[in-house]
Every structure is written in C-alpha cells, then in structure tokens.
C-alpha cells in the first residue's frame, strides 16, 4: 500500500523531461544475459536509445565482462558489430578496467561506430588514463553521492566542481541518491545527470520527477509505458 500511495504522489507531480532525455538499456534487460548479445538486441527493439555493457580485458584484448573474463566472453567487436544493426543506437561502454583501454578506441573506429559510445565507470583516479588512451571519448565520472539528508548547495556545488575538473560531461551515479536539487543544479552548470539503475514503476516516476538527462534500467519496457502514461514522445 505505502508503495501504490507513492506512485500516485509521483505521478501526480510534475514531470520534467529534457530536451535531449534518453534511456539506456541495462546489460541483462528483460531477463536476458549480462554482456549478451541478446542483450543488446533486446534493448534496442524495446525502445532504448542506448544500450549498456561492461568492458574488462582478455589476454590483453577487450570483451564484454562484468568480473574477470574466462575467454568465452563477446568480444567488444562483435558487440559493436552488433550495435552497428541499429541505426542511430549509442552505447554506454561500462569501463572495468582501464588497463588496455587505448583498445576500446581502436575497436570503436575499426567498426565505424567511434561517434556513438561514451564511458561510464570511470573515477576521478581514472580520468587521466582515459584522457591519454582514448581522447575523442566522452565519460561521465561516477561518484558515491551523499545521502540526500547530507546534500547540502555546498556540497553539491562541490560534486559540480569535481565533475567539471575532471572534464566529464555530466556525473552518473545510483538512484538511492538521486534529488531534484542535485538535478538542476547540475544542469544550471551545464553539465548531464545520468541515473542508475531504475528498474521499479514507483522509482521510475520518482526519477523522472527530477528531469535528468538520462535513465538507466533494466526494465525498458516500464519505462517506455511510463513515458506512454504522461504523453511524452520523442
């Protein structure tokens, strides 16, 4: 009951949606495997404009694994090949490891889709190996966010200057966190919000109370109906 009275209040609220909002498709949406083709395949025929994968190394060359690889993992070219199927679908490549990350670039340009991924995972420790080994990539830095009690203008304005220094474009960063005021004053710097991993109706609407730029999830199809339930097409 305490969850249905939520997700009236949420949906009574206002519903803030950005001009350039997307939603990505968590690898493992709708029950398929994590770092699956399918996976890919599935995210993008439910209406994702992005799709997620985690990228670690294997024997020194890169495939789509969330923990250490065995050698039976997709290799990054043949998920890319796969993107590739979907006209105009982008992907948010999950960055595990940097230690070989110089190839992820070099995988993206050999199969013509450089100008549709960004990175995700990436810590402040990460971002000057990610400057060096793939300099045309943008990346959001991930950051533990104080509890929204703790959120303070002082403190998020300092999440704002870290982001800023660090040469991302936005912060990506949990749900459980996740406030109205981080949102807008996030893009009042002229920087993106991207939220993870909502995957439940009632947090769905509550995130999309809070106008980020993006939503990840494991459930598309949810939020694709929720987007269908406030008139919202793009």
């Not at 709708?30 to 996976?39: F, M």
Request: charged content about 30%; aromatic content about 8%.
């Amino acid at each position: 009951m305490v969850r249905y009275n939520k997700l009236n209040e949420y949906k009574t609220k206002p519903i803030k949606i950005t001009d350039s909002f997307t939603y990505t498709a968590h690898t493992g949406c709708l029950g398929t495997a994590d770092n699956s083709l399918e996976s890919i395949a599935v995210g993008a025929e439910n209406g994702a404009q992005i799709v997620e994968f985690d990228v670690r190394y294997y024997d020194k060359n890169p495939v789509l694994a969330h923990d250490e690889p065995k050698g039976d993992e997709v290799t990054l070219k043949e998920a890319f090949l796969k993107v590739k199927e979907y006209e105009d679908l982008k992907v948010n490549v999950d960055i595990k490891s940097t230690e070989y990350l110089e190839k992820v670039q070099i995988t993206a340009e050999e199969t013509g889709v450089s100008d549709r991924i960004f990175f995700t995972g990436i810590e402040e420790s990460d971002v000057e190996v990610v400057k060096e080994a793939c300099p045309d990539i943008e990346y959001y830095l991930n950051v533990d966010v104080l509890s929204p009690r703790k959120q303070t203008e002082e403190y998020l304005l300092s999440l704002v200057e870290k982001v800023k220094s660090c040469g991302a474009v936005g912060i990506n960063f949990n749900k459980d966190n996740a406030t109205e005021e981080l949102v807008d004053i996030f893009h009042e710097n002229g920087l993106l919000v991207s939220i993870w991993t909502v995957n439940d109706t009632v947090d769905i609407y509550r995130i999309l109370s809070y106008g980020p730029d993006n939503i990840t999830t494991r459930h598309p199809d949810k939020l694709r109906e929720a987007l269908k339930e406030i008139n919202y097409s793009k």
